[in-house]
């Protein structure tokens, strides 16, 4: 049996911005039936609570997203006790309103990835998951509150499209899916949504919005449009916009500050001891 007080109960996956400053840090490996996860896990204490913490995409960013082992880093987050998982994500902006560097925690998503595992239950006990309001909206409710109190551009709820990867999009296919309603566009929120509430574990994906995806286009009159061959309002031609590695990675750098403090003070404000609806999902799902 584990301490009681050993028991993790925030777990952060992450990568630049959300490597928080821990105390009496250790590292751990954890073991699962499914492998490996992305890196060693680090568990440390940030004022008064326990943390885990490991970067998605490995040590030195060397696992993309459509070859993470999303079963075996969720599993693991739960063998250790984590009832919390916080989740930051750079986006794409699908929408004219959603510029670069705003936080946008989403309520919702589209799976458009194709070949990655996304149950625990493969098949003897057999589980369909209610996935109808997929994140958790205590942890959002949390975010929101402190990006309003520490002044940063913040929207409470959106559509996130998670694409395979690891190519960006097409302009047909970025333009599909702001006609479905999508808000932002990224790589790694499905399934670690799923396999958490699988889990019974609430689950929040804070968006970073790091580029215009490439739906977008730079009229010389009307500025930002959406890509065609003239400007739907005034006829001009427009400049194609595109979407980069660079551009993705220095709007991370510049937003790591504010990922950092937002994850600080919510953290704090967590709950640990309170029930949420995310810890019952299993209940009407096995049969
Ligand atoms: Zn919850
Ligand atoms: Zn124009």
């Excluded at 625990?120 to 589980?127: A, I």
């Excluded at 998670?162 to 566009?185: A, L």
């Excluded at 061959?229 to 993705?248: A, M």
């Amino acid at each position: 049996m584990r301490n009681e007080k050993e028991i993790v109960e925030i777990g952060i996956i992450g990568g630049t911005g959300s490597d928080i400053t821990l105390e009496n840090k250790k590292e751990m490996k954890v073991y699962t039936p499914y492998g490996c996860t992305s890196a060693a896990i680090i568990i440390g204490d940030f004022k008064g609570k326990k943390i885990a913490y490991f970067p998605r995409h490995g040590i030195g960013h060397s696992i993309p997203p459509h070859n993470l082992n999303y079963r075996a880093n969720i599993w693991a987050l739960k063998e250790l006790g984590v009832k919390f998982i916080i989740s930051p994500s750079a986006v794409g902006s699908l929408r004219l309103e959603h510029k670069k560097g705003k936080f946008i925690l989403v309520d919702q998503y589209i799976d458009r990835t194709k070949k990655r595992f996304d149950t625990f239950y493969e098949g003897g006990q057999v589980c369909h998951i209610g996935q109808a309001d997929p994140y958790c909206n205590y942890l959002n409710e949390l975010f929101f509150e402190s990006g309003k109190d520490i002044g940063i551009e913040i929207q409470k709820g959106g559509t996130y499209v998670c694409i395979e990867g690891p190519r960006f999009s097409t302009r047909s296919e970025s333009k599909m899916f702001r006609e479905w309603g999508g808000d932002v566009v990224g790589m790694t929120t499905y399934p670690e949504v799923v396999l958490s509430a699988e889990k019974e574990i609430c689950y929040c994906c804070i968006s970073m919005v790091t580029d215009l995806d490439v739906w977008a286009g730079e009229c010389p009159k009307c500025g930002v449009v959406e890509y065609g061959n003239l400007c739907k309002e005034c006829g001009s031609s427009i400049n194609k916009l595109e979407v980069n590695v660079p551009e993705v990675l220095e709007t991370i750098s510049r937003n790591a500050a504010n990922l950092k403090k937002i994850l600080e003070i919510t953290i704090t404000k967590i709950d640990t001891k309170r029930d949420c609806s995310c810890f019952h999902t299993l209940s009407d799902a096995i049969i």
